[in-house]
């Protein structure tokens, strides 16, 4: 990682993963990158998403294959500067810092490489639908058991071991300093 300033630890890479709407998956294919935003739930070390039984994702994700993940939360355009102080450091030609502190963007981030592997035992696969239903639909995650059993032969879901995890951070304090490693 360039910027070991905003480097964080795997406990807050982990939480990124458990707060993010979604993740972005990237799988090789002939050395060319395919990618596609999955719902994606996080169970200790493991990862899990459903899918149909067909489609080029399904084409491509091999047992045993390596693939990355990338997630991101808490992603805005802080507004630290007012734009009347920014008119003035403009009109005397003070613009060094206005790139990192308004043309800016804070953000948390994880990415995770690990290996994939489909779900064939069927125990395994209702654990992983129902903890996904608990993440996207919690007022109604307890009401899917029907829908489950009623799909789950129609229904591939997938397990990525967490292999390397990092996580970065970029935000700003109230006084607008950027916050460095380990500030909370």
Request: proline content about 2%; aromatic content about 8%; charged content about 30%.
């Amino acid at each position: 990682m360039r910027r070991k300033d905003r480097e964080m630890d795997r406990e807050y890479a982990l939480d990124i993963v458990d707060r993010s709407d979604y993740g972005v998956l990237a799988i090789a294919e002939n050395n060319i990158p395919y990618t596609v935003i999955l719902s994606i739930v996080r169970v200790g070390d493991y990862l899990y998403f459903h899918s149909a039984t067909g489609g080029k994702k399904v084409e491509l994700l091999k047992d045993g294959s390596i693939v990355s993940l990338s997630f991101a939360c808490d992603v805005k355009v802080p507004e630290l500067i007012s734009r009347e102080k920014i008119e003035e450091m403009v009109s005397k030609g003070q613009v060094a810092t206005l790139g990192s502190r308004v043309y800016t963007t804070e953000f948390g981030s994880a990415h995770i490489m690990g290996r994939v592997k489909k779900i064939e035992d069927e125990e395994e696969k209702i654990m992983a639908l129902i903890e996904l239903c608990k993440k996207y639909t919690p007022k109604v995650y307890d009401l899917a058991n029907d829908f489950i059993q009623m799909s789950i032969n129609r229904t591939n879901v997938y397990r990525i071991s967490i292999d390397e995890i990092s996580g970065k951070r970029k935000a700003f304090n109230e006084a607008g300093e950027e916050l460095k490693w380990g500030a909370i």
